[in-house]
């Protein structure tokens, strides 16, 4: 069992420290730093995993998961590019930062895997999409599909359609929490009790969610098999259509794109590259 250490142990460093220990990756395997020391003894109590300084972090582990804010990877990469060597693992969940930008920093041949998760890795149905970087082999890759198919799902992309799923499945889990929310409120309005509306909007998710999983048909068939012919659903949905719904989400969705985008530019080799949005 590999040893990984969590470098900036936030929202998604958390989700993935945690769906590890659910899947049965040992405690002691693990390792995270945090910036402030309140957040790092709140997440031992948590978790019982233990908190290292970046250098002893970067010693003790196999893998190194980079999971700080793109706008905060300058300073990480200060401390700990020196200490890094060619035998350990990179991983990195940050949203539009290239492979390259590690590669350049750290000693030549060192391997780098570029991952996009989500959220549901705390409770064992993450997404995460992984990209090698250059000097990343097979083996490598595998290392990092085994860990992350532990708290979920798992696709190889190519590094390129890495902003293209940060948008997507990145970012997805807030639409989907986002529709929820909005749900429950049209419940409230109704005059439903919280309590009873987050209930039936919470378990028609997950049912639709099941349905989706099981891969019966198409999205649209299973929408059509709730569209009763003069019924309440076509009501729904033609407001839904008038307000521009599916607009609204094509362009949030190319908007979260641009932002990653956005997010790498200024650490690509060639910062054009970024220009294109
Ligand atoms: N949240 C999500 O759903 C997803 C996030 N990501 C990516 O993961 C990364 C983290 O995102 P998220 O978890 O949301 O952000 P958070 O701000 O919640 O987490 C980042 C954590 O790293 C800490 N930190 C910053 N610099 C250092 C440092 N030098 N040493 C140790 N700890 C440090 C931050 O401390 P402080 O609070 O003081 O800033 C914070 O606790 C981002 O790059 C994001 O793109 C990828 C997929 C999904
Ligand atoms: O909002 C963000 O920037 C991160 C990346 C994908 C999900 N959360």
Same mark, same amino acid.
């Given at each position: ?71 905060? *990877? +300058?300073?990480?990469?200060? =401390?700990?590019? @020196? ?5 350990? #693992? &990179? $991983?990195?969940?940050?949203? /539009? ?86 749900? *429950? +409120?049209?419940?409230?309005? =109704?005059?439903? @009790? ?5 209930? #039936? &909007? $919470?378990?028609?998710?997950? /049912? ?70």
């Amino acid at each position: 069992m590999s040893t990984i250490a969590v470098l900036g142990a936030g929202k998604i460093g958390e989700s993935l420290l945690s769906g590890l220990i659910n899947a049965g990756h040992a405690t002691e395997k693990l390792l995270f730093t945090e910036r402030y020391q309140q957040r790092a003894e709140e997440l031992t109590e948590r978790y019982g995993v233990r908190n290292a300084d970046v250098a002893e972090a970067v010693e003790q582990a196999d893998v190194l998961v980079v999971s700080v804010k793109p706008q905060d *990877i +300058d300073p990480l990469l200060e =401390l700990i590019s @020196p200490l890094v060597t060619p035998e350990k #693992l &990179v $991983v990195t969940l940050c949203a /539009g930062l290239p492979t390259e930008l590690f590669e350049r920093r750290f000693a030549a041949g060192t391997p780098v895997v570029r991952v996009m998760p989500n959220t549901p890795m705390l409770v064992g149905e993450a997404m995460s999409a992984v990209s090698a970087g250059t000097h990343a082999t097979e083996a490598h890759l595998e290392t990092v599909e085994e860990m992350l198919g532990s708290v979920g799902r798992v696709v190889r992309i190519p590094e390129n359609q890495q902003d293209a799923v940060t948008a997507l499945s990145g970012s997805g889990p807030a639409y989907f929490f986002y529709l929820v929310e909005a749900m *429950i +409120d049209a419940g409230i309005l =109704l005059g439903l @009790p919280r309590a009873v509306a987050g209930e #039936l &909007v $919470v378990q028609s998710a997950v /049912g639709s969610a099941a349905m989706l999983r099981e891969g019966e048909g198409h999205p649209v068939i299973m929408r059509e098999g709730v569209t009763s012919p003069g019924g309440t659903t076509i009501s729904g949905v033609r407001e839904l259509e008038k307000h521009g719904v599916r607009a609204a989400l094509i362009d949030a969705i190319e908007a979260a794109h641009s932002r990653s985008v956005e997010l790498g530019a200024k650490h690509r080799a060639d910062p054009s590259e970024g220009d294109e949005d």
